[in-house]
């Protein structure tokens, strides 16, 4: 399917834990971002990445380490998760057309205990 | 920190009124975008305006954008049931980082 897919949709983990969430996109769109989501925050970016091997932190990135070494990819992952990082993950993507508009994937819900 | 600001947080009404959603800012800005959200979805693309412009429509939407007052508004006309979701706008300055705020929750009653 084309679009960008993320998995897990969902996951629980222990504090201290490392944890990664997957994005793959399907178009070789060149930006990619993740974002959480929390109530009354709204949506904060935490990394971005305007190319392989080139990313760059948002508002909030600590706690937080991303790569890219392939353009269709661009995991995030928590190096030791803490309860604070319970929150809703959105991976999204610009087409190269410089409209700016961001598709995202479905999310990752992740609960840390 | 957050660039946009929506107001109201939430918002009730009937089916077939109009829904209007406003969004202000801090700084300057190159487009400003709005994006709805279905309950447990990701973010779905509206519509986008950019600086120089001050209205534009899409169906039943319509965006005005007043870059003297850094504000702008979303309105849906004729609203539905299915219209029920949350709206963010978002703000980009330069580049492709585009910033959110922490939106309007819509709910039409049938």
């Known amino acids: 399917d084309a679009g960008i897919t993320q998995s897990p949709r969902y996951k629980i983990t222990e504090t201290g834990r490392q944890v990664t969430l997957m994005c793959h996109q399907t178009?070789?769109?060149?930006?990619m971002f993740w974002y959480r989501q929390d109530l009354g925050h709204g949506l904060r970016l935490i990394y971005y990445?305007?190319?392989?091997?080139?990313?760059d932190k948002g508002e909030v990135p600590d706690g937080y380490v991303v790569s890219r070494s392939k353009t269709e990819n661009f995991p995030l992952t928590l190096e030791s998760a803490t309860r604070s990082q319970t929150s809703v993950y959105f991976c999204?993507?610009?087409?190269?057309?410089?409209?700016?508009?961001?598709?995202f994937g479905e999310g990752s819900r992740l609960t840390v205990l | 920190s957050q660039q946009g600001e929506e107001d109201p947080q939430a918002l009730s009404i009937q089916e077939g009124e109009n829904a209007t959603m406003n969004c202000s800012y801090k700084?300057?800005?190159?487009?400003l975008q709005w994006y709805r959200q279905n309950s447990g979805r990701g973010l779905v693309h509206l519509i986008l305006?950019?600086?120089?412009?001050r209205e534009k429509h899409s169906g039943r939407l319509r965006v005005t954008l007043d870059t003297s007052k850094k504000s702008s508004s979303l309105l849906i006309t004729a609203s539905r049931a299915a219209d029920t979701a949350s709206y963010f706008c978002?703000?980009?300055?330069?580049?492709?980082?585009?910033?959110f705020g922490a939106g309007t929750r819509l709910f039409v009653k049938a």
């Open positions: 978002a703000t980009s300055r330069g580049g492709f980082k585009t910033i």
């Open positions: 305006i950019r600086s120089n412009e």
């Open positions: 990445s305007a190319a392989a091997d080139i990313t």
């Open positions: 700084t300057s800005i190159n487009n």
């Open positions: 178009w070789s769109h060149s930006y």
């Open positions: 999204a993507s610009i087409a190269p057309t410089n409209t700016g508009e961001l598709f």
